[in-house]
């Protein structure tokens, strides 16, 4: 029966197992509690550890990168939360557990409470985005809730005198630690909301363990920033620090510094800015003056600015033409009504009595000068003028 | 807070103007009017920054009555 099956290499099954292990959901992301014994920090940074409770141990890692950014120095007998993944390592058929982050298991496992409050916390929309208010661009006064000694007012206050001295500042000092903490930030938070004295808030403080950095991980203080009517910029601890208020507020910095960064513009970037502005303006200004001049270039070269004169020349043409045409119609009717007369006169000439006269007729007139037509307008011894064609005579009547 | 609306007030301001401006058929007599404009809102907002004096203060509690009153505060 052995002999009929393949047999499979010691690395084929460790390979195998790996495999298995690495597909299951719960192995891949997993919380560990537990004490650390046989812990040894290797030169290069990689840590080697157990972790073991009353009644089983298991062997763990955590490489340089994660081991790096621990708030606390573990040492055997430290108690722990571990998160990571449980792998095997080939070479000894070892399953272990390969940390990417610790917390020490101290006063009533605040690690855990972390967890379940940013659950709490962001399962009612606290976190959404939905609700971070934009920062205001150019606050004219930066409200501080910090401690009033220590390093992050220092660095709040240096960064925004040298960034941008426009705005004020306004410290609301408050317990950053220790049991009365939350409260106090709560108080401040609430006052400037009352008060309006600040159109930005920094909340935060420098780093420290855990512990140290707690207030801010209280339901309380995530509600204070979440109910703030003024954005709230959270800055707690350093970097690798995250806690409640900072998936609350309206931006999370990284450090205290960071935040001065973000609540105010750069001085010296806006007066560049100002200067580019009046560059630009400048520029644009002098291309409106060449586009009126190109405009202006286009309208010169039209026909009517290149030959003024040419409307008129063609215009005085035309007039010349009409003139012509005018002296030649009133030749033409005049000549017309020349002819007419001479035909009137030729007829007139016809009817005359002195072309009768011509003919050898001749007519009496009485001595009033009126023609005589009829015998009855004479007696006789009436004296008579007659008139033939070359002029007349006198006659007498007989009978 | 009045001087903090001026501030903003100008710059938005001079962004419309020069947002104004960037329209190239904007009248000869309107581009002047609006270039003096803009030149004089970067001055404003220019001399606001230059001539701002940053005040630094902490907020102290009256023990007597419980208000709060703005001191000077020096971090050093």
């Known amino acids: 029966m052995i002999e009929e099956r393949k ?231 350093h970097e690798i620090d995250f806690t409640i208020s900072d998936f609350v507020a309206d931006l999370r910095a990284p450090t205290p510094s960071a935040a001065a960064e973000l609540v105010v513009p750069s001085q010296i970037e806006l007066a560049e800015k100002f200067n580019n502005v009046y560059k630009m303006m400048y520029r644009q200004a002098l291309r409106v003056i060449e586009n009126r001049r190109l405009q202006i270039e286009k309208c010169k070269d039209r026909a009517v600015f290149k030959n003024p004169l040419r409307n008129i020349d063609s215009d005085r043409q035309y007039l010349d033409n009409l003139a012509h045409m005018f002296e030649t119609a009133c030749k033409t009717a005049v000549a017309a009504k020349r002819q007419k007369v001479a035909e009137n006169a030729a007829k007139l000439d016809a009817l005359s009595p002195l072309g009768t006269l011509g003919r050898g007729y001749a007519f009496a007139k009485g001595s009033s000068g009126a023609v005589i037509k009829s015998i009855s307008q004479v007696s006789a011894g009436d004296r008579v003028t007659i008139r033939v064609s070359d002029g007349d005579f006198k006659a007498e009547v007989i009978d | 807070m009045s001087d903090k609306n001026s501030f903003e007030k100008n710059l938005s301001e001079l962004e419309q103007v020069v947002k104004a401006l960037e329209d190239n058929e904007v009248s000869l007599d309107k581009m002047i009017e609006l270039f003096e404009k803009g030149v004089g809102l970067t001055k404003e907002c220019t001399n606001a920054l230059n001539a701002a004096e940053q005040k630094i203060t902490i907020l102290m509690k009256n023990r007597d009555n419980g208000e709060m009153t703005e001191q000077p505060f020096n971090a050093e």
């Open chain 1, 7 to 237: 047999a499979l290499s010691v690395t084929q099954v460790n390979l195998y197992v790996k495999d298995v292990i690495a597909r299951d959901d719960i192995l891949c992301d997993i919380l560990v509690k537990g004490e650390l014994s046989n812990f040894k920090a290797h030169s290069s940074g990689h840590m080697y550890m157990s972790l073991k409770d009353d009644s089983g141990v298991i062997r763990a890692v955590m490489f340089r990168s994660s081991a790096s950014k621990l708030n606390f120095k573990p040492q055997n007998g430290t108690k722990v939360i571990a998160h990571g993944r449980i792998g095997v390592y080939e070479r000894d058929g070892q399953y272990q557990l390969y940390i990417d982050d610790m917390q020490q298991d101290g006063q009533g496992d605040l690690y855990a409470a972390f967890e379940q409050l940013k659950i709490k916390l962001a399962a009612e929309g606290l976190f959404d985005p939905i609700h971070k208010k934009p920062l205001p661009k150019y606050p004219k006064k930066v409200g501080v809730v910090t401690a009033p000694t220590g390093a992050a007012i220092r660095d709040i206050i240096n960064v925004l005198t040298r960034r941008f001295s426009y705005s004020d500042i306004v410290l609301y000092p408050v317990l950053v630690q220790g049991e009365n903490s939350a409260a106090s930030i709560v108080e401040a938070i609430e006052y400037f909301n009352k008060s309006r004295i600040a159109d930005v808030l920094i909340v935060g403080r420098g780093g420290g363990s855990i512990e140290d950095l707690w207030s801010f991980n209280e339901e309380v203080v995530a509600r204070a920033i979440y109910n703030s009517e003024i954005p709230i910029v959270s800055a707690v601890g």
